[in-house]
């Protein structure tokens, strides 16, 4: 993909882009001729030039306004949104308390609701507007300890899908990813907690047909994929980046 620009004149805004997946489609997104905004809650990451950073927490609507009107005045306008900013939970369904459920679906859920709200009115202005939303496989295939993400990331599924109907004769169009097990900062610190970090990850490694994590990079190009002009009639589209983990069966 090296000397493409087609976002050139675009700018793109990514949730949740300091670090993961999130880093790596904002570093795509400005190689490829975007002025991009990260917004997150906390930077830590280098190398983030020719990047805007806002601070947002997208389980505030007030935040999420605020960062979107920063944004926009920033850089003029807003073309292209990545609802990427997400968090994790484990364990079954017994496992996790009420306040934690409230606290995962407003941030993996409602938070996509809270920052496109604030943005629409910018997005209806583009001629090459575009949503993706970061989903995870978790949305089709059941896997332990994961009931509370994997109901988060179910409504992320619908919701894309919704959204993509709500917005297709108003020219934007909107679709997701489904990585599956992604070599995230959120995937190190599970494993870091596990009694066995060898053994955990080589499970997390054998569940994917093709015997390895997902790479943060891999993701990215999905979502740039989605998001670019040259995609002008991919909406409605759920595309997976799971190493055959929903879709293949080698046994």
């Given amino acids: 993909m090296s000397g493409m620009?087609?976002?050139?004149?675009?700018?793109?805004?990514?949730?949740?882009?300091?670090?993961g997946i999130g880093a790596a489609t904002a570093a795509r997104l400005r190689d490829r001729g975007a002025r991009v905004a990260v917004l997150d809650r906390a930077y830590t990451e280098?190398?983030?030039?020719a990047l805007l950073e806002v601070p947002c927490d997208v389980a505030d609507a007030e935040s999420a306004r605020a960062a979107i009107d920063t944004a926009a005045g920033s850089l003029g306008s807003i073309d292209i949104l990545v609802n990427n900013a997400g968090i994790g939970a484990a364990g079954d369904v017994t496992q996790n308390d009420d306040d934690e459920w409230h606290r995962v679906l407003s941030v993996n859920v409602i938070g996509i609701?809270?920052?496109?709200r604030a943005a629409l009115p910018l997005l209806l202005r583009s001629g090459h507007a575009a949503i993706v939303n970061t989903c995870s496989v978790l949305a089709d295939v059941g896997v332990p300890q994961r009931a509370l993400y994997s109901a988060s990331k179910g409504a992320v599924r619908s919701l894309t899908l919704a959204m993509a109907a709500d917005f297709v004769k108003q020219g934007i169009r909107v679709n997701a990813v489904t990585p599956g097990t992604a070599d995230t900062p959120w995937v190190q610190r599970l494993l870091e907690q596990a009694p066995d970090a060898q053994q955990a990850a080589s499970a997390l490694r054998a569940r994917q047909p093709m015997g390895r994590l997902v790479t943060a990079d891999e993701v990215a190009h999905a979502i740039v994929y989605l998001a670019s002009p040259l995609s002008g009639s991919t909406t409605g589209t759920i595309l997976g980046v799971d190493g055959g983990m929903s879709g293949l069966r080698l046994g």
Avoid: E, K
Avoid at 113 to 116: D, G, I, K, N, P
């Fill in 46 to 49: 280098v190398n983030r030039a």
């Fill in 113 to 116: 609701a809270r920052v496109t």
């Fill in 5 to 19: 620009n087609d976002f050139d004149g675009l700018v793109a805004v990514v949730t949740g882009g300091a670090s």
